[in-house]
């Protein structure tokens, strides 16, 4: 794994264009400064070539998005496409309510993306796998996850992460692991959210789009599990904040001392 990819984010601070949602906004574009990036986002249609060239890559974030916002992510991934920047799509709640379900697969059907990370109910959604999911939480099923991504993986020809207690990453064929958490992430909306704009850094600085999704979810997760254990009263709300200031300390040794994966 290329941990010190970490160190090459921070060279590069490549420009993070994010189509965020309402809840999570300023979460996502506070966590992803402080790792290294430089956020940028837009609801706007006219300025979508613009920010497309100027940007190193696309985090679409489908959370709550408008009939409008998605003619505007439309227009944005057709321009990714042709100008060759990868995008991230965190296809939320799609497990959960078809009408996302129907225009996430026909997005992914359309456009070429580098990664979908989603929790495991909205992976399996959009690999047609059966699984009970909840809101916008990942709920219960009884399929393999690791076969379930890389179905998916393999229909859309991307990398897949299905987060969870373990983070599964794959490209269709290799799959690896990730067990750093807490519970902690699960009591904090927009958990996911970060991590997803954090995938999307890092394949704005890593051709490899596998290798870029692994050193995100490692230096995620092991970020979100420091902060837990040092916390003297482990609590949803200062764990947020504590989790950004750690995206800002973390560095490649603290990763490689606690990085837990196969
Ligand atoms: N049950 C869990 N226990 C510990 N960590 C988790 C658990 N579920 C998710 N995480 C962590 O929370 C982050 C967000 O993942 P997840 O909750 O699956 O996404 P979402 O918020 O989109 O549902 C990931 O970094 C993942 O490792
Ligand atoms: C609560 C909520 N409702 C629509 S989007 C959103 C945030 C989802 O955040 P995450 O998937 O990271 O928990
Ligand atoms: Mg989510």
């Known amino acids: ?93 799609v497990g959960a309510v078809q009408y996302r379900l129907e225009r996430c697969n026909e997005l992914l059907a359309q456009k070429q993306v580098a990664v979908i990370r989603g929790n495991i109910g909205e992976v399996a959604a959009l690999a047609g796998v059966d699984w009970n999911a909840k809101g916008i939480d990942a709920g219960e099923g009884s399929s393999d996850p690791v076969e379930t991504a890389k179905k998916l993986a393999n229909k859309y020809h991307c990398v897949v992460v299905a987060s969870g207690k373990t983070d599964i990453i794959t490209n269709g064929e290799a799959v690896i692991r990730v067990f750093n958490e807490s519970d902690l992430f699960k009591l904090y909306v927009g958990s996911g959210d970060m991590l997803s704009s954090t995938i999307g850094c890092f394949v704005g600085v890593e051709e490899d789009y596998f290798e870029a999704a692994q050193t995100a979810v490692v230096v995620f997760d092991v970020a979100g599990e420091v902060v837990a254990k040092s916390m003297s009263k482990p609590l949803a709300g200062s764990f947020g904040p504590q989790l950004i200031d750690e995206l800002h300390l973390i560095d490649v040794k603290t990763v490689e001392k606690y990085a837990n994966f196969e």
């Open 1 to 93: 794994m290329k941990i010190d990819l970490l160190d090459t984010l921070r060279e590069k601070n490549p420009i993070a264009f994010n189509i965020s949602n309402f809840v999570t906004v300023q979460d996502v574009a506070n966590g992803i400064n402080a790792l290294g990036a430089s956020p940028i986002m837009s609801e706007e249609q006219n300025e979508a070539e613009a920010m497309v060239k100027m940007a190193n890559s696309i985090t679409i974030n489908l959370g709550a998005f408008t009939e409008q916002q998605l003619n505007q992510i439309e227009t944005v991934m057709t321009f990714a496409n042709q100008y060759h920047k990868p995008i991230v799509v965190d296809p939320v709640a």
